[in-house]
């Protein structure tokens, strides 16, 4: 368990450095002077070089990457281009927004995705399968934006309950607050609930058909037991990862999402300051996301570890 | 955007059972025909439709008509107009031309760039293995919009590119699958004949290996055809894809956003198609599964 | 016949398929008393798990269960889920096949075991945890206070088989069903798993209903016997009976096609049956056997009903009375000894070596591509092959008999170099072949082949047969093109398939088929050495038979030379001409077979023959050796003598330190052991015929 932990651990440190480089990299290439951006369109050529001077945009790359680079190993992600604020802060800021939107959302994939996909799979070709099929089937077909839209379309425009878009704020009280949150959250949750029960199904179908659950049934014990105790446990170890597969998938998600409902997020700030080539606004918007992602990925081979008794126990393979 | 590595199929080849595979398979095709035979139909039918849909669109897609802007749906123009005057019915037709097209080349980018990868680090192990599944460890750390982003952010959009990003987005999982399938073909018994005969490794890879690894890796492709197509069309909703004035459905959408008060079915209409589309795929895809999985067919004794 | 537990009458099992309905059983009967073994015999389809399946109540939705199934007189078929699920564990236990897939991975034993008595005696946890340690214990687990904690990946097969043994006798049922419970493990565990269940019975006066297709493992447990062929019950009786003096046709063909230890099985040909199972879903009205009996007439095609003979045996044929012994092939007795000329193969000292993670070997730190720090578990070398040499002559048969985890088909691959040689030498006719570039490989690549074991996995799904025959044909003979396709038809007819087979895909082959068309692959390339790597085990006896006398024809037409492997003693003793024995890596006997079967031989050699389960009533291991433990030695233990772990017979720190000399009894007959001659003299012969317990 220690050494696939370390695996684990060190494995994340090496991707996300990997990941910097990559992102740096990409980034470098874009089109466009940052230097004339920020000059403006008519300025002169001194200015431009002035700035270009200031921000060091003429020294080798891998100096400028290394500047970068051990700002950002200390959280400084440098100054934005456009807004002309530490990105830190912005980032921070625009990312809890994003964490409370996908947390709430990520919980209701669980606890809906899991249950259906067992209720599914338990029974398995009756009314309830076929129904929660059906249901997986539209959530997966459409993308969340037209989701969005279509959910926009019913509850805020002709029904009126709901706002169409942007954050609440805490000040106008919590309902307020709420109610700018529900329409995103149930667009995010839909089209996720339909990955997880499937899978969720599929796996615990296997599970139910395996030899050890026949021979639990052997021994005469109660179907229920067979299915909490014996089948549930060892079907709900790829559901793990699909979990941490679909944070990612929320975080992909989150950026349409945010767009549709215009709330103040991460994804828009990236789409933002990608329009306006901002590119540490960029690189700290991507690499953040992406860091997210790992550190998920980390919890879920931890959980899948712990409940795998093959890796609890001796059996270290990678 | 669906992460396909989540499939549970991932490297389950198909067993065989005490009957022969292939009769197994017509078997299987006989029972489980409606999911099959409903998504092949379905598509065909949107395939021709998408070919042909400069001669069948009523108007053109890009004649614009101050004088009909933003008509509901009616005999004219069947699903209304947009706010130039567009015929939103034609729009589409001819958007199920790019979002088919997006769907297939990004899988074929995929597949051409992963299997022969995967077919590699499966089969030949050692250093090179090492490389290349690190480099998928990489590439699969990024959420999958997000490399689709960093790839698309740096260059003015356009179609191929976004075909380009999205196949490279389901390479690393293209990959992970042929490997996991070549690393259990290359321990069968008929490759080690094959060697023990004294094969090349190009001939073993693709005479004896590949012909068993194609129909997992083709259930897979065929499901991916759906997230290509759905993160394509993401992709071109938040500006990164086709640009006006294509007719893609993302991008329609997209466009048909402010006007959603007024004119709700010119977003409403694609996105149906899209729905549509991929729910054809996707009933192929599984039927196929269903198909060639010889779990589904099970019986004791 | 108040203690009869279990009876069943009649009993029909039809699954609805989409080619029709498949009639999986038909009119089986059998009762089971307290205290006695009945034993379900068949070979694959024969339906004998559907019969345990339906016993316990387990069979899926898609079947129809009729007739009738009584447990002490309370009618088993229709009864309601939850009274069968009351009877499961408590009344009737059951023992599935594979002990690696029938426990749960992730819960303890200690539950696994524990469990039924909660639900079905309502004890609590701890109580029924007690219970289950006294059961783990009676089972003959060691410490099994230490073992309830312990989870199941962490155990060998037998000691799971142990464990679903104890579960299933752990609330007291009354009946065992037990189906192929030592199918897939060793031989010599098999005997000690096979001990262990007939003290059970014996303590416990259990009902046991044993399933298996080993008419050895038969003789060995049952009391009486049913033998099920395509579904039917087609023959019932008392086992000395039914094994001594077959009454049905099927019954004697079985027998008759299973290689036998004894001299006489040795050196006359055994007899197969002929022709393919039937088709279930279009059952012949008549004898299902019909199509495959040599004694076949017109009235066979009628339904054949169950008739009771003399001695209480019933019989599902009409002339069962006056039928001769089944026919012997080809009454030309097989050549003894063939003699050979010169060395074909040798290998030299040859050594594979693989590292593995070493269980709690703690970490240690490498470099990941020569430059990040990256943690991996401190590996061991594991020698899977250690040191072999072994000569194989031109002309010559030898056979390598070893359990799993020997290192002999390691051993096969390397000397065929489908893997690389760690150390060591291989030649080949006089060239050198163990370091030479795959590319410098083609005259080894003709001159040498191999048969696989596994027919589905053989041969590749995707290509016609012909296809890999041509290819072999075209990659390394003359055979001009035009003529290649003819030439590959006259290698199918060679190995006794059709010659339209060419085209076929290998589903539309039976495994029988598909072996012979492996064997026509690998004498395609005009090879003079064939490495035959289990190529009979995953047959059915009956086909088994008639792909080991194709091998053993093919040999005398060709010239060619085996290294036959194999876990079967019988089998290597039919075919061989010299017999090497195989234990952990390094090789403990080789010699003549004769001389290999018989005093003086190596303790395991001793063990493994003890342990072989003999189909036939009387012939009997003298007093079975009983090895320690069921797994061979790790790492750390293999010093000195390898076998030193288990050995019955180990001289204490000799054996665990010193290597062990090679004894040369006769010329070409060497052991590898401390025992003087005289000990390994001493020990006892193979057939000492005795009187088994008389119940």
């Known amino acids: 368990m220690t050494l696939y932990f370390l695996k684990r651990l060190i494995g994340i440190v090496l991707i996300l450095f990997v990941m910097s480089l990559l992102v740096f990299g990409i980034t470098q290439i874009m089109p466009g002077n940052v230097a004339t951006i920020l000059a403006g369109q008519f300025a002169d050529a001194s200015t431009v070089a002035a700035i270009e001077q200031r921000l060091g945009l003429n020294d080798p790359a891998y100096l400028q990457y290394w500047r970068w680079f051990s700002g950002v190993v200390v959280g400084d992600f440098g100054q934005s281009l456009v807004m002309e604020r530490p990105v830190l802060p912005l980032i921070l800021e625009a990312f809890a927004s994003s964490a409370i939107l996908a947390g709430l959302a990520f919980v209701l994939v669980t606890v809906f995705g899991i249950t259906l996909g067992v209720v599914a799979a338990v029974r398995e070709n009756r009314f309830s399968d076929h129904a929660v099929s059906v249901f997986s089937y539209i959530g997966i077909s459409v993308p969340e934006f037209f989701w969005g839209i279509v959910a926009i379309l019913v509850f805020a425009r002709y029904l009126g309950w709901l706002p169409s878009g942007g954050a609440g704020n805490l000040n106008d009280g919590v309902l307020a607050w709420v109610s700018h949150l529900v329409l995103p959250v149930i667009t995010l949750t839909f089209t996720l609930i339909a990955h997880v029960s499937r899978l969720t199904r599929s796996s615990m179908i296997d599970t139910l058909r395996s030899q050890y659950v026949r021979n639990a049934r052997a021994k005469g014990l109660p179907e229920g037991h067979v299915i909490r105790r014996h089948a549930l446990r060892n079907a709900l170890l790829p559901t793990i990862t699909v979990l941490a597969i679909d944070v990612g998938w929320l975080m992909g998600n989150i950026v349409v999402v945010e767009a549709v409902f215009s709330y103040p997020g991460i994804g828009r700030l990236l789409l933002f300051a990608i329009e306006r080539h901002d590119l540490p606004l960029i690189q700290a918007g991507i690499l953040l996301i992406a860091a997210v992602y790992c550190f998920a990925n980390l919890i879920a081979d931890i959980l899948y570890g712990y409940f795998n008794p093959k890796i609890r126990y001796g059996h270290a393979a990678s | ?301 | 016949m108040s203690d009869i537990l279990l009876e069943i009458e009649n009993l029909d099992l039809a699954y609805d398929t989409p080619r029709g309905t498949l009639k999986a059983l038909d009119g089986v009967g059998m009762s089971i008393r307290a205290g006695e073994t009945v034993a379900v015999v068949g070979e694959s389809g024969s339906g004998k798990s559907t019969v345990a399946l339906s016993v316990m109540g387990l069979l899926g939705s898609e079947a129809t269960l009729s007739g009738s199934i009584r447990y002490q007189g309370r009618e088993l078929v229709g009864m309601p889920a939850e009274a069968r699920r009351l009877l499961r564990g408590r009344a009737i236990g059951m023992v599935f096949q594979d002990p690696f897939t029938s426990l749960n991975p992730s819960l303890t034993i200690g539950e696994q075991v524990s469990e039924p008595l909660v639900f079905h005696h309502g004890m609590d946890k701890r109580a029924a945890l007690e219970r289950s340690i006294a059961a783990l214990g009676e089972v003959g687990l060691p410490d099994p206070a230490a073992l309830v904690t312990v989870y199941p990946h962490q155990l060998s097969g037998g000691m799971q088989q142990r464990v679903l043994i104890a579960t299933a006798i752990v609330c007291d049922p009354k009946v065992l069903i037990l189906d192929e419970p030592t199918t897939a493990l060793d031989v010599t565990v098999e005997a000690q798993i096979l001990d262990l269940l007939d003290r059970l019975r014996r303590d416990r006066g259990l009902g046991m209903m044993f399933i298996t297709h080993n008419l050895g493992v038969v003789n060995r447990i049952a009391d009486t016997v049913c033998v099920l062929y395509a579904g039917r019950l087609i023959e019932r009786g008392a086992k000395n009976a039914v094994l001594g003096a077959p009454a049905h046709p099927y019954t004697k063909g079985l027998l008759a096609s299973l290689p036998k230890l004894s001299d006489a099985g040795r050196t006359r040909r055994i007899a197969p049956i002929p022709g393919r199972f039937p088709d279930l879903t279009e059952p012949p009205e008549g004898c299902v056997f019909a199509d495959r009996c040599p004694f076949v007439e017109a009235r066979c095609r009628e339904p054949q009903a169950l008739a009771a003979i003399d001695d209480g045996r019933l019989v599902r044929c009409w002339k069962s009375d006056d039928l001769p012994g089944w026919p012997e092939a080809a009454a030309v007795a097989r050549r003894p000894g063939r003699s050979r000329s010169g060395t074909l193969l040798r290998t030299d000292r040859l050594t594979k070596v693989f590292r593995r993670g070493k269980i709690g070997g703690g970490i240690e730190w490498k470099r990941k591509f020569g430059v990040f720090p990256w943690p991996e578990t401190r590996t061991e070398a594991v020698n899977a092959v250690d040191g072999i040499s072994l000569e194989v002559g031109r002309g010559e048969v030898v056979g390598l008999v070893g359990e799993s985890g020997s290192g002999k088909s390691t051993f096969g691959r390397t000397v065929l170099r489908l893997t690389n040689p760690t150390s060591g030498g291989i030649t080949l006719d006089g060239d050198e072949i163990a370091d030479k570039p795959e590319q410098e490989l083609g005259s080894l690549r003709k001159r040498a082949q191999i048969v696989f074991q596994n027919p589905d996995s053989s041969l590749n799904s995707r290509r016609r047969v012909g296809d890999a025959i041509a290819r072999a044909v075209s990659l390394h003979t003359n055979v001009p093109a035009h003529r290649r396709r003819e030439h590959c038809e006259d290698l199918l007819d060679r190995v006794g398939l059709p010659r339209g087979y060419y085209d076929r895909y290998p589903h539309q082959l039976s495994g029988g088929e598909k072996q012979r068309v492996g064997i026509a692959r690998a004498i395609a390339t005009e090879p003079e050495f064939i490495v035959c790597d289990e190529p009979v085990s995953a047959l059915d006896v009956s086909v088994q038979a008639t792909v080991l006398n194709l091998l053993d024809d093919l040999r005398d037409e060709l010239g060619l030379s085996y290294l036959f492997i194999s876990h079967d003693l019988s089998v290597v003793a039919y075919i061989a001409d010299r017999i090497a024995v195989m234990y952990s890596g390094r090789i403990c006997e080789v010699g003549p077979t004769e001389a290999v079967l018989q005093p003086p031989y190596h303790p395991y050699t001793e063990a493994l023959l003890s342990a072989v389960p003999l189909p036939t009533p009387g012939e009997e291991f003298g007093e079975r050796v009983k090895l320690r433990g069921d797994r061979p030695p790790s790492a750390s233990e293999r010093t000195g003598c390898p076998f030193h772990t288990r050995c019955p017979r180990s001289l204490g720190a000799l054996c665990e330190t010193t290597p062990p000399p090679v004894i040369e009894p006769a010329p070409g007959h060497r052991i590898a052991c401390h025992l003087d001659i005289g000990e390994l003299n001493s020990l006892p012969p193979l057939q000492i015929p005795r009187t088994r317990k008389a119940s």
């Open chain 2, 1 to 301: 955007m669906p992460h396909p590595d989540a499939a549970p199929s991932e490297g389950g080849l198909p067993k065989a059972g005490r009957l022969p595979r292939r009769r197994r398979r017509f078997q299987a095709i006989r029972q489980a025909p409606l999911k099959l035979l409903v998504g092949a139909v379905l598509l065909t039918v949107l395939v021709a439709v998408a070919a042909a849909a400069p001669w069948i669109a009523p108007y053109g897609f890009e004649d614009m008509s101050i004088l009909k802007r933003l008509k509901p749906p009616s005999a004219a123009n069947w699903l209304g107009t947009d706010e130039f005057g567009r015929d939103v019915f034609s729009r589409m037709l001819m958007g199920a031309r790019l979002s088919l097209m997006m769907g297939f080349a990004a899988t074929a980018v995929s597949l051409v760039i992963g299997v022969p990868l995967g077919l590699w680090a499966g089969y030949r192990r050692g250093p090179v293995d090492e490389i290349i599944m690190r480099s998928t460890d990489v590439l699969l750390s990024f959420p999958p919009i997000m490399l689709g982003l960093l790839m698309l952010a740096v260059t003015p959009p356009s179609l191929w590119k976004l075909i380009i990003a999205v196949g490279i987005v389901y390479v690393p999982s293209t990959v992970r699958l042929t490997r996991s399938i070549t690393l259990g073909l290359a321990g069968e018994e008929f490759v080690q004949a094959a060697r023990a005969r004294g094969e090349k490794t190009f001939y073993i890879l693709h005479a004896e290996i590949l012909p068993n690894a194609w129909p997992p890796i083709m259930v897979e492709a065929s499901l991916r055809v759906t997230f290509a197509i759905l993160l394509g069309a993401a992709l071109s909703f938040i500006g990164l894809g086709a640009q006006p004035p294509s007719s893609d459905w993302g991008l329609m959408i997209s466009e048909a956003r402010p006007l959603l008060d007024r004119a709700p079915w010119v977003a409403l209409a694609p996105g149906l198609a899209m729905g549509i589309t991929v729910i054809a795929v996707n009933l192929l895809g599984d039927g196929l599964r269903e198909a060639l999985d010889p779990r589904t067919k099970r019986r004791g004794g």
